[in-house]
């Protein structure tokens, strides 16, 4: 058992809702994004479907799939994602500059269980509104997060603020949303329990945290929000720098050892 483990307690148990690990794997230029390679278990591959059967192999359930040029308006690598998923066992949600009917017909072509809808579609609420309306629960809303107010990626001017935001998103039916504190993304400080809290009290649908998971104390914190309605948590960073295993991960939410 480690030293996290120890401390934090094993959330898992009979009868009770475990919190689902989603596996990162962002891809730009038809690669592994070269930061995700410094290292750790992704670092003796830069193909995004030999990563992606790395974490399947792992004992993964999801797949959290990035096409981070989509996002930044600098490409496409759809046919890449594609071949992702078709190779995979497990389910896969796509993400990355959807926020039209083409981006999401196409991002829907890769065979994907769900695609994320980025802040920057919230521009456009009534195309929003419907994609919710048309595809239920096969899309989340990302809200990316600068302390009450929403901070689109890829360039895109500031959004409105959360509160509002989530009371529009729930009345439209919005069934899932993904959650991040961009000030934590990639930081490995934890995740904001908090916003976390506060987004979860404001929506009826189901919460995935995203940005600065790197403990199973993380973890545990995060499972301790699974009644409130805290679903999943995307993992990318702390698997990549080797700080996080996710096997080990898996094991202590099931209720096993680290």
Known sequence: MTADS???GSPGGPGRPTLQLLAAVDVSRRQVLPARRAGGLAAASNDPVEVA???QLAGADWLHL???DAAFGSGSNRDVLRGVVERLDIDVEVSGGIHDDVS???ALATGCR???LGTEALATPAWCAEAISAYGDRIAVALDVRGTTLAPRGGHPEGGELASTLSWLDAQGCVRYVVT???RDGSLRGPNVELLRAVCAGVSGPVIASGGVSTLADLAALAALVPAGVEGAIIGTALYTGTL????????LHGGTG
């Open 6 to 8: 120890t401390a934090a």
């Open 53 to 55: 059967w790395r974490w």
């Open 66 to 68: 990035v096409d981070i």
């Open 104 to 106: 999401l017909e196409t």
């Open 114 to 116: 769900r695609v994320i």
């Open 181 to 183: 504190d961009v000030a």
């Open 245 to 252: 295993d996710l096997g080990a991960a898996l094991r202590f």
